[in-house]
């Protein structure tokens, strides 16, 4: 048995990331986190025993990101940039490897979403199996979802 | 540079500077109180609205007081209203867990093409509203009811009858948007499985 928790703990950044690449905004982007979270948490006594945690935390807030991109497609807000939080490095090192995580999370934002949902999970580290499980696509699809989400997002990162 | 290797770079960028689980946790905690307040001030002002209904009703029932009855009847206009706010908050507690992201846009489009078809019950409840409020107008002038109870009553309910055209004529047209929008992703993500 799952507990809430341990939901936050094992999935709580991740969860962050996938919110950042919905939501430029750092604010909406908070809110967003919190609607996934209660999502979940709401949806917890429906996990079957047995059933795999991840994609049962990824689809809900997949579900919950795109459901906030046609509020805000409708609120119309300008995008701003994602700030990760700054980490001991030199200010140098720190600088470069912010502007890298900044121009992919934005690279990320502007995929269409279908590409953008695997590619996020690809970066979580899920498998295959667990993706098509979370998205409710068979494993094949997600295959050619990941390579052309792949493709687009060399050409968004050369080009900025 | 292999294809898991430009994967693998692309996930040290993606995961670099991960937020606190603590902050996490203390900002859903916070969310949770909110959400759980709001929740139940918009189920109690539909119920008090609703009790409010059913007692006007059942004294118009009771006696037979003209302007007893017209009453009531501007509140039983009120329901298809009442039922509106109530989908519109079912709509809120909606899980959307256990489909897929193409299921969850196509049931949504369903419950925003459901919401506009109801909006005809609040054009019914400003026109029954006007209605009332003639009667009253009527009733005052040939010495059926007050005429401090008509001066008081028709402008309120004009007055809200107007309030309620102008509010389904937005709610309309805002509506109308979200079903287009929605139309917008759905067709998104249909495209890549062409």
């Known amino acids: 048995m799952h507990t809430f928790e341990t939901i936050i703990r094992t999935y709580g950044p991740a969860l962050a990331r996938i919110a950042s690449s919905y939501e430029a905004d750092r604010a909406l982007r908070e809110d967003l986190l919190q609607e996934m979270l209660l999502a979940i948490h709401r949806a917890l006594p429906t996990l079957r025993d047995g059933a795999s945690l991840a994609p049962f935390v990824f689809c809900i807030a997949h579900n919950r990101g795109v459901t906030h991109v046609l509020r805000e497609r409708a609120a119309r807000r300008n995008a701003v940039q994602f700030e990760p939080r700054d980490s001991p490095k030199t200010p140098e090192e720190s600088r470069i490897e912010t502007d890298r995580t900044r121009r992919l999370h934005a690279a990320v934002r502007r995929l269409p979403l279908p590409y953008r949902q695997v590619i996020t999970l690809v970066l979580e580290e899920l498998s295959h199996q667990e993706i098509a499980e979370a998205l409710g696509i068979s494993i094949s699809n997600v295959g050619v979802r990941v390579s052309r989400a792949k493709d687009q997002l060399k050409e968004l990162l050369r080009d900025e | ?194």
């Open chain 2, 1 to 194: 540079m292999t294809n898991d290797d430009y994967i693998a770079l692309l996930r040290r960028d993606w995961q670099r500077d991960p937020p606190s689980q603590d902050t996490i946790a203390r900002g859903f905690a916070r969310h949770r109180r909110w959400v759980l307040w709001s929740v139940v001030g918009g189920l109690l002002g539909t119920i008090a609205v609703l009790a409010a209904c059913i007692s006007m009703a059942q004294m118009a029932f009771a006696g037979h007081d003209a302007l007893l009855d017209t009453s009531a009847l501007a509140f039983v206009a009120a329901v298809p209203v009442i039922l509106f706010g109530l989908v519109a908050l079912r709509g809120r507690l909606r899980l959307g867990y256990d489909q897929t992201s193409l299921g969850l846009l196509r049931q949504t489009r369903d419950r925003v093409e459901t919401m506009r078809r109801m909006l005809v019950g609040a054009r019914w409840c400003a026109a029954i509203l006007t209605a009332a409020a003639m009667a009253v107008g009527l009733l005052a002038a040939t010495a059926h009811a007050s005429p401090s109870s008509a001066f008081l009553l028709v402008p309120l309910w004009s007055g809200t009858a107007a309030a309620v055209w102008l509010w389904q004529a937005w709610r309309a047209r805002e509506l109308a948007n979200r079903v287009a929008r929605l139309d917008a992703v759905i067709a998104e993500f249909e495209a890549v499985d062409c």
